[in-house]
Nanobody
Framework: QVRVAESGGGLVQPGESLRLSCAASQSEFKILHMTWYRQEPDEERELVATITQDGITQYADSVKGRFTISSDIAKRSVYLQMNNLTPEDTGIYYC?????????WGQGTQVTVSS
């Protein structure tokens, strides 16, 4: 069973930055891609950014130009640099690790953007 753990959330003011980290435990299978999602209360979980094993990235329109996803495949880790945060970025951020046969989710880390 692969364990996934996020870290780096917190309370920041609008315009500030945060860097989220996610690490997955070892597995016999390689990682195909890693994805960050976020979820606000009473809302569906939405994709924020994803990165493939080849480094191809994709972002939600709402975060393009502000967020940057990166990864270290050897460490089975993915990061999300979030700049110029707004209150609309508030939510629980989840990391999903995709291997050939299944996905693994972390427990999430809370990000709150408020003045």
């Amino acid at each position: 069973q692969v364990r996934v753990a996020e870290s780096g959330g917190g309370l920041v003011q609008p315009g500030e930055s945060l860097r989220l980290s996610c690490a997955a435990s070892q597995s016999e299978f390689k990682i195909l891609h890693m994805t960050w999602y976020r979820q606000e209360p009473d809302e569906e979980r939405e994709l924020v950014a994803t990165i493939t094993q080849d480094g191809i990235t994709q972002y939600a329109d709402s975060v393009k130009g502000r967020f940057t996803i990166s990864s270290d495949i050897a460490k089975r880790s993915v990061y999300l640099q979030m700049n110029n945060l707004t209150p609309e970025d508030t939510g629980i951020y989840y990391c999903k690790i995709t291997e050939p046969y299944r996905d693994y989710w972390g427990q999430g880390t809370q990000v709150t953007v408020s003045s």
